[in-house]
């Protein structure tokens, strides 16, 4: 790679880092957050209490909460009509 090349990468890089900072604080670490978060028995009221339950909530959800599926539904079928 020549010092031109290596100069132009550099600039691009520093370009670029607003916005892979801006995506990885505001967009892929509350992402993986959310994901932890759903494998505990969670309650903002009592964060101390949390305990590790797994994929029990996501099993509880999919398989046991009509209203997920039901709401899932209306949603796909919203955006369908709207385009």
């Given at each position: 790679?020549?010092p031109a090349q290596?100069?132009?990468?550099?600039?691009?890089?520093?370009?670029?880092?607003?916005?892979?900072?801006?995506?990885?604080?505001?967009?892929?670490?509350?992402?993986?957050?959310?994901?932890?978060?759903?494998?505990?028995?969670?309650?903002?009221?009592?964060?101390?209490?949390?305990?590790?339950?797994?994929?029990?909530?996501?099993n509880r959800m999919?398989?046991?909460?009509?209203?997920?599926?039901?709401?899932?539904?209306?949603?796909?079928?919203?955006?369908?009509?709207s385009l």
């Amino acid at each position: 790679m020549s010092p031109a090349q290596r100069r132009e990468a550099r600039w691009g890089l520093i370009f670029i880092s607003p916005w892979l900072i801006g995506f990885t604080l505001f967009y892929l670490m509350p992402m993986i957050a959310s994901l932890i978060f759903s494998t505990y028995d969670f309650t903002l009221s009592a964060p101390e209490d949390a305990h590790f339950v797994g994929l029990d909530n996501w099993n509880r959800m999919l398989f046991h909460d009509s209203n997920v599926w039901e709401g899932l539904r209306i949603t796909f079928t919203f955006g369908t009509i709207s385009l």
